[in-house]
């Protein structure tokens, strides 16, 4: 039996990662009745999290009659072409970008096919903060476009994770109910630290050599130097991480953790789910490369369970018939009050 906000309302996870939408959406009282993941180590997570139910099929060769019907369609789909990192490298590198990136960046219009055949209730899109400035405005604009057409009017908005786990992370939350209005709730700030999710007594493990520290420090240098933002970043463990990133179990150099009398350390691959409220039971990747990559990549689940929440409600609230005279209960003269 569901319970929540989402109770009887069904979705699908596309996309799906590690299954940080998928989550959230559970906890609202959604019911999940489809995924697909083709990244076969974060695969490998999800079904070790959720079972084997998840087509790892490239999402182009799934038929929309493959899918069963659904309320929601869920995807975050591939942000690389639109992130400001994920641009400039491909610009430094003559590749191309946003929807002119043949592989992931077309994949927007993979969700379009499946609307247009299951034209579901509702829609929960999630990308990087830059989906709504990339190419001067024109993708979001084409996105807004072509959703409306199937009867979904998009309002996008960028959200800071912040507001309620201690990690920057400003995602475009595109959200819409078919032939409706979706609202987006007011977030309160939980106002947490970094101090509450650490992991205490790891000893040496995850401190940074002599050599890799050095070469923070002499980068960061360099880099003020040439007036560009690439620096080290060392946590106050009273404030936020920075954003986490798929790179990050290379160096760590983007959330560092001082240590007293030593050099700094990474991050655990705990902390990691913890910054993104992934629940303590939540099972890692047996080793650390995947396992960082994987959390660079999700999506805060905690801000995702707020926004279906809301999504929930709100579809409860339209489904719910208007009662017309007919439906209102008699009135017998025997229990109207006496007046004198």
């Not at 697909?36 to 959720?50: C, D, I, L, S």
Request: proline fraction near 6%; glycine fraction near 8%.
């Amino acid at each position: 039996m569901l319970s929540g906000d989402g109770a009887n309302f069904t979705f699908i996870d596309l996309f799906a990662g590690i299954g940080g939408i998928r989550l959230g959406f559970e906890q609202a009282g959604f019911k999940c009745v489809y995924s697909n993941e083709w990244n076969k180590t974060a695969g490998a997570t999800y079904r070790n999290n959720f079972g084997d139910d998840l087509d790892d099929r490239d999402i182009r060769l799934v038929a929309a009659s493959d899918i069963p019907k659904f309320d929601v369609l869920c995807a975050g789909f591939p942000c690389q072409p639109f992130s400001l990192a994920g641009v400039s490298a491909r610009v430094s590198s003559g590749r191309t970008h946003g929807f002119e990136d043949k592989e992931q960046g077309v994949l927007f219009f993979e969700i379009l096919r499946i609307l247009e055949v299951h034209q579901p209730k509702a829609i929960f899109l999630e990308n990087v903060s830059n989906f709504v400035k990339h190419d001067k405005g024109n993708t979001i604009r084409l996105v807004t476009a072509e959703l409306a057409k199937l009867g979904y009017e998009i309002q996008p908005r960028v959200l800071d994770a912040a507001l309620l786990v201690p990690h920057r992370r400003k995602r475009t939350y595109m959200i819409a109910i078919r032939k409706g209005e979706f609202n987006f709730p007011d977030v309160h700030p939980l106002n947490r630290t970094v101090a509450e999710i650490l992991e205490k007594d790891l000893g040496d493990k995850y401190t940074i050599s002599d050599r890799l520290w050095q070469s923070h420090q002499d980068r960061t240098v360099r880099n003020k130097a040439k007036g560009n933002g690439f620096a080290h970043y060392l946590i106050d463990p009273n404030g936020v991480a920075n954003t986490l990133t798929s790179r990050y179990g290379k160096d760590g150099r983007e959330n560092l953790v001082p240590q007293e009398g030593k050099n700094p350390r990474m991050l655990t691959p705990r902390e990691c789910a913890r910054l993104m409220g992934f629940p303590e039971d939540f099972k890692l990747p047996a080793t650390k490369t995947p396992a960082y990559r994987q959390f660079g990549n999700s999506v805060c689940v905690p801000m995702v369970k707020t926004l279906a929440q809301s999504l929930g409600e709100q579809l409860a609230a339209a489904a719910e018939p208007e009662l017309s005279p007919s439906d209102l209960p008699l009135v017998t003269a025997s229990i109207l009050p006496e007046f004198a």
